[in-house]
Nanobody
Framework: VQLQASGGGLVQAGGSLRLSCVAS????????MGWFRQAPGKEREFVAA????????VYADSVKGRFTISRDNAKNTVYLQMNSLKPEDTAVYYC????????????????WGQGTLVTVSS
């Protein structure tokens, strides 16, 4: 599975962005898809995940109520809608694919996209 993330950019605090991640291959619909982020000087952290069918989602406490993960298996695409953005959301955001149900640990993810930079100004 190859993943290509896009949609990052510069936004003011309180604004919104929508990240997309397109996957190649026919097996996209069998994977849990996740979003992670890594800020400068910090470790990569879990943001959100969605199960293969889209019936179950899980979020980090820091983004709960502000971010929404969704997927369109017909388009091999997973999305991350980010609202009410804060400067502390600034990071490179990565999409990833896991064979594990509702995975939140980064080592559970086998495939990774290249990352897209989100910068939130105060």
């Amino acid at each position: 599975v190859q993943l290509q993330a896009s949609g990052g950019g510069l936004v003011q605090a309180g604004g919104s962005l929508r990240l997309s991640c397109v996957a190649s291959g026919r097996t996209f619909s069998t994977y849990t898809m996740g979003w992670f982020r890594q800020a400068p000087g910090k470790e990569r952290e879990f943001v959100a995940a969605i199960t293969s069918s889209g019936d179950n989602t899980v979020y980090a406490d820091s983004v709960k109520g502000r971010f929404t993960i969704s997927r369109d298996n017909a388009k091999n695409t997973v999305y991350l809608q980010m609202n009410s953005l804060k400067p502390e959301d600034t990071a490179v955001y990565y999409c990833a694919a896991s064979a594990y149900y509702r995975a939140t640990y980064y080592r559970s993810y086998e495939y990774w996209g290249q990352g897209t930079l989100v910068t939130v100004s105060s």
